[in-house]
Nanobody, 121 residues
C-alpha cells in the first residue's frame, strides 16, 4: 500500500495558479498509476486526473482538461498537479491516491489529510 501526504493548497483568486504535491511512501510507488481526487463541501469525492506508473499516460476529468497538468517523479516518490486558470468551482479539498485505470476509482481505501484549495471570485 502507498501512503501519501498532500501539500501546496491555498487561497487564490480566480484565474490564478497553484501547484499541489503528493509525497508518497512505499517501495512499490512506481508500480501504480497515481491520481488526484477532490471533494467540495457537501459533495462526493470526484476524480480529477491520473498518470500512469511511468508517466506516459495521463487522463483528466472534463472539468479540468486543458487547465490542469499531472506529473510524477518516481525517483522521489512524488506526484504533482499544476492547476492553472483556476475557477471558484475548483474549490475543494484535494487528495492523492493510487488509481485503478479504466474506471478511474481510487485503489486504496485509506486517504491522506488532503490539501485545501480555495478559489475566490
Amino acid at each position: 500500500q502507498v501512503q501519501v501526504v498532500e501539500s501546496g493548497g491555498g487561497l487564490v483568486q480566480a484565474g490564478g495558479s497553484l501547484r499541489l504535491s503528493c509525497a508518497a511512501s512505499g517501495r512499490t510507488f512506481g508500480d501504480y498509476a497515481m491520481g488526484w481526487f477532490r471533494q467540495a463541501p457537501g459533495k462526493e469525492r470526484d476524480f480529477v486526473a491520473v498518470i500512469g506508473s511511468h508517466g506516459g499516460y495521463t487522463y483528466y476529468a472534463d472539468s479540468v482538461k486543458g487547465r490542469f497538468t499531472i506529473s510524477r517523479d518516481n525517483a522521489n516518490n512524488l506526484v504533482y498537479l499544476q492547476m492553472n486558470s483556476l475557477k471558484p468551482e475548483d474549490t475543494a479539498v484535494y487528495y492523492c491516491n493510487a488509481v485503478i485505470l479504466g474506471n478511474y476509482i481510487p485503489r486504496f481505501n485509506s486517504w491522506g489529510q488532503g490539501t485545501q484549495v480555495t478559489v475566490s471570485s
